[in-house]
């Protein structure tokens, strides 16, 4: 094994799988994702139709008995684009907690020195573009939203990476992907400390109380998932009314999803073994008709059903399922309902001007800056080796590729924004502006710079 992995047996083989497994998920929904944001580009400003799209997002969602409404806030009913991003974002949010809980048990962050390095750059590339932001905007109307260029989008940025295809080394990766999943602790820290007011500390004392059941819970090993999900919609509920932002339910909800099966592979390759046994003891001409099973087939068969529920643990089985539903849909329907930007009216040097500049300046520079120095101060110190099969110049590439924000910098910018009246939407329309700009400037920089720097042969990969 190299020097870059740890020591533990089997570890640096299962750190390969988890990241191979996050490319995968993540980098797929990419495609969508961008079609959605060039979709509402081009709907947001077609006369006619734009007044359509800005209407539907005002609109009131309701899921309601008697005078009950799940989806209101301090007693009044959410709009369209308040579901979308306090209902809607708090499970993907739930997600984003799932995956950090198995990159922390198995994955890449289980290791420190094998996560030490994407750690270090992950910090660098969020202190120095909010650093520029606040050096840019200071003294202005837009000083609040500093946390929008620090954070990195998985998705696109993992996306450009599969362009690239077996060219990439594992480990930049690796690298990416951990930085990406360490920029989203850092997104969760700043929403719940800097995106909370009114805080009702009775509702956050019984959300606290019902968290402390679903810990229990996984102690326990119950391994109901209707158990988790049931009481943590109500611990949503109850964050959603508290003051703190409800997607931070999602994330603690998470937390608490049992990460341990009943069942350890070996007695569930024993017990279907013996149901299959049964079935094989069964008069081989009645097994060839296609017929109503009779009862004893039915137990063999439920016992298969019930001992392959306990061999996946509840929170492999959720992360598995809610993916495709995060990244085909969630997300893309996110993008469309947030990334709308009226060109009408907007003067052309805004994009080089007042907030939008300072978005950019935080993600094309400010991110590249953080990453690459913070990368090369850790390898300089020997605190963390270089990511095997790879160079300064590749680490710089993937470093410019690190200012892709979008996802969660729209999020943190409608946050910012949301209760500053007209002005506020002026500012949050430049913001849009500058994140699609920055995003993309420093999308198309990264994929150019990695395909000249990149080796023009596949890099070895480790053996299956």
């Given at each position: 094994?190299?020097e870059?992995?740890d020591s533990?047996p089997?570890?640096?083989?299962?750190?390969?799988?988890?990241?191979?497994?996050?490319?995968?998920?993540?980098?797929?929904?990419?495609?969508?994702?961008?079609?959605?944001t060039?979709?509402?580009l081009?709907?947001?400003?077609?006369?006619g139709?734009?007044?359509?799209?800005?209407?539907f997002?005002?609109?009131?969602?309701r899921?309601?008995?008697?005078?009950f409404?799940i989806?209101?806030?301090?007693?009044?009913?959410?709009?369209?684009?308040?579901?979308?991003?306090?209902a809607l974002?708090a499970i993907f949010?739930?997600t984003?907690?799932?995956?950090?809980k198995?990159?922390v048990?198995?994955?890449?962050?289980?290791s420190f020195?094998?996560a030490?390095?994407p750690i270090?750059?992950?910090?660098g590339?969020?202190i120095?573009?909010?650093?520029?932001?606040?050096?840019?905007s200071?003294g202005?109307?837009y000083?609040?939203?500093a946390?929008?260029?620090?954070?990195?989008?998985?998705?696109?940025?993992?996306?450009i990476?599969?362009?690239l295809?077996?060219r990439?080394p594992v480990?930049?990766?690796?690298?990416?992907?951990?930085?990406?999943?360490?920029?989203?602790?850092g997104?969760?820290?700043v929403?719940?400390?800097?995106?909370?007011?009114?805080?009702?500390?009775?509702?956050i004392l019984?959300?606290?109380?019902?968290?402390?059941?679903?810990?229990?819970?996984?102690?326990?090993r119950?391994q109901s998932?209707?158990?988790?999900l049931?009481?943590?919609?109500?611990?949503w509920?109850?964050?959603?009314?508290?003051?703190i932002?409800?997607t931070?339910?999602?994330?603690l909800v998470?937390?608490?999803?049992?990460?341990?099966?009943?069942?350890?592979?070996?007695?569930?390759?024993?017990?279907?073994?013996?149901s299959?046994?049964?079935?094989n003891?069964?008069d081989?001409?009645?097994?060839?008709r296609?017929?109503?099973?009779?009862?004893?087939q039915?137990?063999?068969?439920?016992?298969?059903?019930?001992?392959?529920?306990?061999v996946i643990?509840?929170?492999q089985?959720?992360?598995?399922?809610?993916?495709?539903v995060?990244?085909?849909?969630?997300?893309?329907?996110?993008?469309?309902?947030?990334?709308?930007?009226?060109?009408?009216g907007?003067?052309?040097?805004?994009i080089?001007?007042?907030?939008?500049?300072?978005?950019?300046?935080?993600?094309?520079?400010?991110?590249?800056l953080?990453?690459?120095?913070?990368?090369w101060a850790?390898?300089?110190l020997?605190?963390?080796?270089m990511p095997?099969h790879?160079?300064w110049k590749?680490?710089?590439?993937?470093a410019?590729?690190?200012?892709?924000?979008?996802?969660?910098s729209?999020?943190?910018?409608?946050?910012?924004?949301d209760?500053?009246g007209?002005?506020g939407l002026?500012?949050?329309?430049?913001?849009k502006?500058?994140i699609?700009?920055?995003?993309l400037?420093?999308?198309?920089?990264?994929?150019?710079l990695?395909?000249?720097?990149?080796?023009k042969?596949?890099c070895?990969?480790?053996?299956?």
């Amino acid at each position: 094994m190299s020097e870059n992995q740890d020591s533990r047996p089997g570890l640096p083989k299962k750190v390969y799988y988890s990241a191979k497994r996050a490319i995968r998920s993540h980098a797929s929904g990419g495609n969508v994702l961008i079609a959605a944001t060039v979709l509402a580009l081009i709907v947001a400003n077609i006369p006619g139709v734009n007044t359509m799209y800005s209407d539907f997002w005002n609109q009131e969602v309701r899921l309601q008995v008697g005078g009950f409404n799940i989806f209101s806030h301090s007693g009044h009913a959410m709009n369209m684009l308040q579901f979308i991003n306090d209902a809607l974002m708090a499970i993907f949010f739930f997600t984003i907690g799932l995956e950090i809980k198995r990159e922390v048990l198995v994955g890449e962050l289980s290791s420190f020195k094998q996560a030490l390095l994407p750690i270090i750059a992950a910090v660098g590339g969020m202190i120095v573009p909010v650093g520029i932001y606040m050096a840019l905007s200071s003294g202005t109307d837009y000083s609040g939203g500093a946390a929008i260029p620090m954070a990195t989008d998985i998705a696109f940025s993992l996306g450009i990476l599969a362009m690239l295809g077996s060219r990439v080394p594992v480990s930049l990766k690796i690298f990416l992907t951990t930085l990406a999943v360490v920029d989203d602790i850092g997104g969760i820290i700043v929403i719940a400390a800097f995106y909370s007011s009114d805080i009702q500390f009775g509702l956050i004392l019984i959300a606290l109380g019902l968290l402390a059941v679903l810990f229990l819970g996984s102690l326990l090993r119950i391994q109901s998932k209707i158990f988790y999900l049931l009481i943590g919609t109500i611990v949503w509920y109850l964050f959603l009314n508290s003051g703190i932002h409800p997607t931070i339910a999602g994330v603690l909800v998470a937390f608490c999803i049992p990460a341990t099966p009943v069942f350890a592979p070996k007695k569930y390759v024993q017990t279907i073994r013996r149901s299959i046994a049964n079935f094989n003891a069964e008069d081989d001409e009645l097994l060839s008709r296609r017929s109503i099973l009779n009862k004893d087939q039915m137990d063999w068969l439920k016992q298969i059903e019930s001992a392959s529920d306990k061999v996946i643990s509840p929170l492999q089985e959720l992360e598995d399922s809610l993916h495709p539903v995060v990244n085909y849909l969630i997300i893309p329907i996110f993008a469309f309902a947030n990334a709308g930007i009226s060109f009408a009216g907007m003067q052309p040097e805004s994009i080089i001007s007042g907030i939008s500049l300072a978005i950019i300046c935080g993600l094309v520079i400010g991110k590249f800056l953080g990453i690459f120095l913070f990368s090369w101060a850790t390898v300089k110190l020997h605190l963390a080796p270089m990511p095997q099969h790879s160079n300064w110049k590749m680490l710089a590439s993937v470093a410019v590729l690190g200012g892709i924000g979008f996802t969660v910098s729209l999020f943190i910018a409608n946050l910012s924004f949301d209760e500053m009246g007209q002005h506020g939407l002026e500012l949050l329309n430049n913001a849009k502006l500058g994140i699609v700009a920055g995003s993309l400037l420093a999308g198309i920089g990264g994929f150019l710079l990695l395909h000249r720097f990149l080796p023009k042969t596949a890099c070895d990969e480790p053996e299956e």
